[in-house]
């Protein structure tokens, strides 16, 4: 079948005769030559024989047909289908090039028989032959390869053809550009000729026209020239006259003029009579720019004038504080010193000219006097303390080291009045800090003025401007105007020159009062806490005022308070503790008379008031007791000094917030040691041999008791006082001190009241023990004696039964009252009952007529003691006292209504009334 179609496309028939012909030879009918529902072996069998004389009649009528059609196509397609079609046809007439046949070893870029494997895959097979056959293999390998090369040089030759017509349509396009350049440069030649004559004829003429115009230029501009160099002149003149004038904006903005001209005009600047004017610009413009520095410098500052340093109000204030405190001042007339006028009104009225003046004259010119201001404001500073500390101490003391104080070094200074300022008084000394507050203020407050009127007038500050209209309108008004050029980076230079210079003179200031602070510092250390809370409320008030002007904190001053704060603390802790052991050493545990004010004092206390009254030791009122939380108490004299000791470290935590932690351990410390020594003296019985007490009385105890409770009830509001100031862990760790202080001084207290109640029980005891043997001296003596009255025993129980029950009712409070006594009453009657019960009185009427009348007493005495808890005790000794009486047989002689009994109670009343008390050893 293979064959049969190559033979219809060779004879030039197409695809469906070629399909219908297979068909045919096969004898399968084609589905449009089967007719539906006709067998296929209908139709005879057809060979190709039976077509030969038809294709003989038509083959070359159909090869023509071919050719027109393709013919036809060629003329209507581009010129790319045209070379594909002529390729095609070349493929048709010399048949399909046969490059597959050629191996791919041949088309590779490495290719090279020299190396042997590429020669062995182009050669294969020759290796395997044999000596004899190896010449005929050798022949039919180049032929192979001769048939691949002619392969491709068929292949090569068709593509060629095939690229032929566009070979020679682009050789026609270079023949006529060859042609078209010919002609441009037949023109080109044309025009330069025309060019040529055209220059002949008008150019040089023009020419000759620009050479006049030039020159004509020429001499315009050496007459503009000549007309310059006058007007330089002039200007140098006019520069010279307004500096004469004191006219500084105008001159500088001449001078600005002739730089600018100079600059502009190199020809001017090289001549002759101009080299020398640059220097005299500088010149000029130097004097210029220091006269208005000095200007405004000296219109912005303080005047130094050591009279108007301090005003003569302080001066006078002064020198009655020293009459005061035992100095002799010298007399002064107050009236000669002036006063500083440093008021707003007249700072602008000697700032703001030469402020616009600068603001005319350029940015750098306001911010060099700026910088030039605040040199001269720290030099004032610094010296000015030299001349009011001067001032002021011989205003109290009559000396002067130096006239010139302005002219003295800092150490010079120091060491020139150190030995003076060391001895003032601390009063005195307190009105010296103020009265230099007051200096630096007036330096602060001018300083801060200038900034106010940088931030307003350059830094267009709405607030600031207010008030500097409110003080003069116009002024400012026109110091605005001359800022609007103003350049941003100097505006921000301006305002941040104007605002170190505030905390300049505030850091110079604070130094220079650290400085004095020091030098008093051995003094300061020694003084009462009212004179050091004093020189710290000064400092306080400096450090106020200049910390809120210069919104930074004044570290060198704080560091120089706080140093000598610890120094402080740390002597007056120590101080207190000897003085608070020599006062033990001398208490007399006696009911103290406070002083006037000392409840105030306590309740400023308790209630955590922040203003804490003044209390004089000295100054004794009526009272001896204080009320805390409607409870009184009767402090013996340590226990008040104690507390007004800790009312001066209250102050100090307060007044000095940093030091409050180590002020907080200093009184937790304080309240210990009274505790632990109150405990030693009373408890200990250590007042017997310190004091020279003869016994530790009830009373002893209950004075201790009642200075310890007083301590115990103000603890938690000196607990919250002096933790508040306090964050941190270190907080928590105080509050833990305070609460185990207080447990401390709550066991001490209850250790007092067990003292108590073991004194009335040795009493008791000693009292049975007589008892016992008052009933058997009554068995001795026998049955016939009649009974007088209560025993010794009952006599004497029942007195200090009452003294105990006096004291305690006139100083503890109820509820110690209820549990002292109580407990007292409870283990008396349990000792007295147990110990009758164990008496054998038999049938000795006497020995129990004389039990019934001391039970009777006894009882009689208990029934005025509080009760802790149930009556079980006193019904017990009731009880007691009526079984005794009912075996007491009924008098034998008539006698009053008021019987022996009578008699008896009579005779304990007297006792209770002695002011005999109870002691032991």
């Known amino acids: 079948m293979g064959t049969l179609s190559a033979m219809v496309a060779s004879v030039g028939l197409d695809a469906s005769v070629a399909r219908a012909l297979e068909s045919v030879v096969s004898g399968t009918p ?104 190896l010449a005929r293999a050798s022949m039919d390998a180049q032929e192979h390869l001769s048939a691949h090369l002619d392969t491709i040089e068929q292949h090569l030759i068709r593509e060629i053809i095939a690229k032929s017509d566009e070979f020679f349509d682009a050789l026609k396009e270079l023949r006529d550009l060859h042609d078209s350049m010919t002609e441009t440069q037949i023109t080109v030649g044309s025009m330069r000729q025309t060019v040529r004559n055209i220059g002949e004829h008008l150019v040089k003429p023009g020419q000759l026209m620009i050479d006049l115009n030039d020159k004509r230029d020429k001499m315009q501009g050496l007459t503009e020239k000549f007309a310059s160099i006058a007007a330089l002149q002039q200007m140098r003149l006019d520069m010279d006259v307004f500096v004469e004038s004191t006219d500084y904006p105008g001159a500088l903005q001449i001078a600005e003029d002739i730089r600018k001209t100079l600059a502009d005009d190199r020809v001017l600047a090289e001549l002759s009579c101009f080299r020398k004017l640059p220097e005299h610009i500088e010149r000029t413009v130097s004097k210029v720019r220091n006269v208005m520095i000095s200007d405004f410098v000296a219109g912005a500052s303080l005047p130094r004038d050591a009279k108007a340093v301090v005003s003569p109000k302080t001066l006078e204030h002064l020198s009655k504080v020293a009459a005061a405190n035992g100095l002799k001042p010298p007399a002064a007339n107050f009236n000669e010193a002036p006063q500083f006028g440093d008021k707003r009104g007249n700072v602008l009225d000697t700032t703001i000219p030469p402020f616009i003046a600068l603001l005319f004259s350029g940015s750098s010119f306001v911010c060099d006097a700026l910088e030039a201001w605040s040199s001269a404001m720290s030099e004032d500073v610094r010296q000015i303390e030299h001349v009011a500390v001067d001032v002021m101490l011989s205003r109290v003391t009559g000396e002067r080291v130096k006239s010139s104080t302005t002219c003295m070094e800092e150490g010079v200074f120091d060491s020139a009045y150190a030995n003076a300022i060391r001895k003032l008084p601390g009063e005195v000394f307190v009105e010296m800090l103020v009265a230099l507050t007051e200096t630096f203020n007036a330096y602060f407050e001018r300083a801060n003025q200038i900034k106010l009127v940088i931030r307003g007038v350059i830094g267009n500050d709405e607030e600031a401007l207010t008030q500097l209209r409110s003080i003069d309108e116009n002024l400012i008004l026109a110091a605005h105007e001359a800022a609007t050029n103003f350049d941003y980076v100097c505006s921000q230079t301006a305002l941040a020159t104007s605002n170190e210079a505030l905390n300049k003179v505030i850091d110079i200031a604070q130094g220079r009062f650290a400085k004095i602070l020091g030098i008093r510092a051995p003094m300061n250390i020694n003084l009462s806490a009212r004179e050091f809370m004093r020189i710290m409320d000064a400092t306080n008030g400096f450090l106020d005022l200049a910390e809120s002007l210069g919104k930074h904190r004044c570290l060198s001053l704080r560091s120089t308070v706080a140093n000598q704060s610890k120094a402080f603390i740390r002597e007056q802790h120590a101080t207190a503790s000897t003085k608070l052991v020599s006062l033990l050493e001398c208490e007399t545990w006696a009911l103290a008379k406070l002083p006037k004010h000392f409840q105030a004092l306590v309740d400023a206390l308790a ?48 007044q000095i917030p940093s030091l409050s ?57 000196l607990q919250e006082a002096m933790c508040a100031l306090i964050e941190g862990p270190k907080h928590v760790l105080l509050r833990q001190e305070f609460e185990r202080m207080l447990r401390d001084l709550k066991l001490h207290k209850s250790e007092i009241h067990d003292k108590l109640v073991s004194i009335m029980r040795d009493r008791v005891e000693f009292h049975l023990h007589r008892l016992a043997s008052i009933v058997e001296s009554l068995r001795d003596e026998g049955n016939v004696k009649q009974v007088d009255g209560a025993s010794d025993f009952a006599i004497s129980l029942t007195k200090e039964m009452g003294t105990l029950r006096r004291v305690i009712c006139e100083l503890l409070s109820e509820d110690d009252r209820r549990d002292v006594l109580g407990r007292v009453r409870d283990e008396a009657v349990a000792s007295i009952v147990s110990r009758v019960q164990s008496l054998e009185s038999g049938d000795n009427l006497r020995i129990i007529a004389q039990l019934s009348v001391d039970l009777d007493v006894c009882a009689d005495s208990m029934k005025e003691m509080p009760v802790s808890g149930a009556d079980a005790s006193e019904d017990a000794l009731a009880s007691l006292a009526s079984a005794f009486r009912l075996k007491v047989p009924p008098p034998v002689v008539n006698e009053p209504a008021d019987d022996v009994s009578a008699r008896e109670k009579e005779q304990v009343g007297q006792n209770k009334a002695a002011d005999d008390k109870p002691s032991t050893d």
């Open 30 to 133: 084609s589905a449009s030559a089967r007719a539906p529902g006709t067998s296929a072996s209908l139709l005879p069998e057809v060979s190709m024989k039976d077509f030969e004389g038809y294709l003989r009649r038509t083959r070359e009528r159909y090869a023509e047909f071919v050719e027109q059609r393709a013919y036809a196509a060629a003329a209507r397609a581009t010129p790319e289908e045209r070379s594909e079609a002529r390729l095609r046809r070349y493929e048709l007439e010399e048949g399909v090039s046969e490059l597959s046949s050629v191996p791919d070893l041949f088309f590779d870029e490495t290719f090279d028989l020299s190396r042997p494997e590429t020669f062995a895959r182009a050669c294969a097979g020759l290796e395997d032959q044999s000596l004899r056959n």
């Open 661 to 717: 932690t180590e002020v907080t351990h200093r009184t937790i410390d304080l309240v210990k040691q009274y505790n632990t020594a109150v405990c030693q003296l009373i408890l200990g019985a250590g007042a017997m041999q310190v004091s020279k007490l003869k016994s530790i009385t009830a009373k002893h105890l209950c004075l201790a008791q009642q200075s310890v409770s007083l301590f115990a009830s103000l603890l938690p509001t």
């Open 607 to 654: 209630d955590g008031t922040s203003k804490l009254p003044d209390v004089m030791s000295e100054d004794v009122g009526d009272a001896s007791f204080v009320v805390v939380a409607d409870e009184k108490f009767h402090p013996v004299n340590s226990a008040v000094l104690l507390l007004q000791m800790l009312t001066d470290y209250v102050r100090l935590a307060r």
